[in-house]
């Protein structure tokens, strides 16, 4: 009977649950890719999500309340061209920056028996799509205790891209809330989830010590998406300086992410403002405009050695990290950090102000320098004179940053977790077979 259990083969059929799409923020980008590369692999995999797209309505509200079922099924959505299940969903005053589902365990349901999903894999804190996962999963077990047929029984796994509440970051009012749903919440999703997938050994380290079991946890680090940077080594990059009127002859340190409070983009303007007067170095603030864009363009015009683009194509994103010659962030907060993932992978070290997950992804003198925090201004100002006035030592960062990040394609991390998957999927058969013949 093991025998025949350790050779079955058996399909992926996954449920990624996620409160929007994007096209830029790393939390959505990582659903995303998850979906994509299911399918790569031939399983089987759909985003369940929200009316919206970078809070934008990507399907009528209305549209969806008149279905039966509270969803609609995309095979190719008209946003993000994967397949996609738009539900129900409203935007949220509080939380901030949160959207919510309807009536999202009768939804789970429906799409678990319909698309007959074993997998289910929610993403973020802070809104009702974990905790309602959570019950649904604690109600299909219970019922199958009860010797009902409830259907399937799915996997369910949690990513939460966690960043705790900390209080340079957020005020006290949101602060108490995070502090809140972690009490209530993870408890319940650690009771119910049969994986906790953390973006750094960092999280892992945090989730243990708010109570999940060492044996949940899988580290799983965002991912770098293959076919984008497939052909980076070819990419002409010539033309970039000249439609964004960037000087050819200066080094470019660019920043790359949305120009909000949390990325702290006006430090680079702080920093940039320092190095005015080096002849050698030009700044890019690239990026989706967010919450402190007024001010970061404002003081933007204020400088010649700046130049900011606003929202970069793909393809000028690329371009921007084959011209860098370093990248900096000065975040406050990041459970890991794609942005510099990729510039790595362009061979490009990166500056950072070390929080959080930073400071595992991107290591201190060898694939970039830590600075003491986001507002340490004048040690970012040291970092990149001492790089741009040490050319062989930031090419060896260059060698060294490339290399890492070359650990994180997503090819290898989805390769990785669905045979994970697929050994927990075969020890559920097993034991279902177990209980049928006793």
């Known amino acids: 009977m093991l025998i025949l259990i350790e050779r079955m083969s058996l399909e992926v059929k996954a449920g990624i649950i996620m409160y929007q799409t994007s096209h830029s923020k790393g939390q959505e980008l990582v659903a995303q890719r998850m979906v994509k590369w299911f399918n790569r692999f031939g399983h089987k995999a759909y985003l369940i999500t929200s009316i919206y797209h970078d809070g934008e309505e990507i399907v009528k509200k209305r549209e969806i309340e008149l ?7 995309f095979e190719k959505d008209p946003a993000i061209e994967l397949p996609v299940v738009r539900v129900d969903s409203d935007k949220t005053t509080w939380p901030p920056r949160r959207i919510m589902f309807r009536n999202f365990v009768d939804v789970l349901r429906k799409l678990c028996d319909e698309l007959k999903l074993n997998v ?44 705790p509440p900390d209080p340079t970051r957020y005020s006290l009012i949101e602060r108490a809330y995070r ?48 076919d984008e940077f497939i052909d980076l080594e070819r990419v002409d990059s010539s033309e970039f300086r000249t439609k964004y009127d960037i000087p050819c002859d200066k080094k470019l340190i660019s920043y790359l992410g949305t120009v909000e409070e949390r990325k702290n983009p006006l430090a680079i303007v702080k920093i940039a403002e320092k190095l005015k007067d080096r002849k050698d170095i030009h700044f890019v603030i690239a990026g989706r405009p ?3 864009w007024s001010e970061v363009e404002k003081e933007c015009s204020k400088l010649r050695n700046v130049t900011l683009t606003g929202e970069l194509s793909n393809e000028d994103k690329l371009k921007l990290i084959k011209e860098s010659y370093l990248n900096i962030i000065m975040s406050r907060m990041e459970a890991l950090g794609l942005t510099q993932l990729e510039f790595m992978y362009g061979g490009v070290p990166v500056i950072t102000s070390g929080t959080y997950g930073q400071k595992w992804i991107v ?22 004179e001492y790089l741009v006035d040490n050319p062989q030592v930031r090419n060896e960062m260059s ?15 989805m390769r990785d977790f669905i045979e994970k998957l697929e050994s927990v999927l075969k020890m559920k058969e097993y034991g279902k077979t177990i209980s049928s013949v006793s």
Request: net charge negative; glycine share 8%.
């Open 399 to 413: 060698i060294n940053a490339k290399e890492r990040a070359s650990k994180f394609l997503m090819s290898k991390l």
């Open 290 to 292: 967010g919450d402190q």
């Open 67 to 73: 279905t039966i079922d509270g969803y609609r099924i």
């Open 120 to 163: 289910l894999i929610t993403h973020s804190t802070l809104w009702n799509g974990p905790e309602e996962t959570a019950k649904f999963i604690m109600w299909r077990r219970t019922i199958k205790s009860l010797n009902l047929n409830g259907g399937l029984d799915p996997i369910y796994c949690h990513m939460s891209h966690y960043q």
């Open 363 to 384: 290591r201190n003198n060898i694939d970039g320098i830590h600075v003491n925090g986001p507002d340490d201004i004048d040690g970012a100002v040291r970092a990149i």
């Open 179 to 226: 502090m809140a749903w972690n009490h209530l919440i993870f408890p319940q999703i650690f009771k119910t989830a049969d994986l906790i997938i953390c973006v750094t050994p960092v999280e892992a380290e945090e989730m243990i010590k708010m109570g999940a079991r060492p044996d949940q946890i899988y580290i799983f680090p965002g991912g770098i998406d293959d």
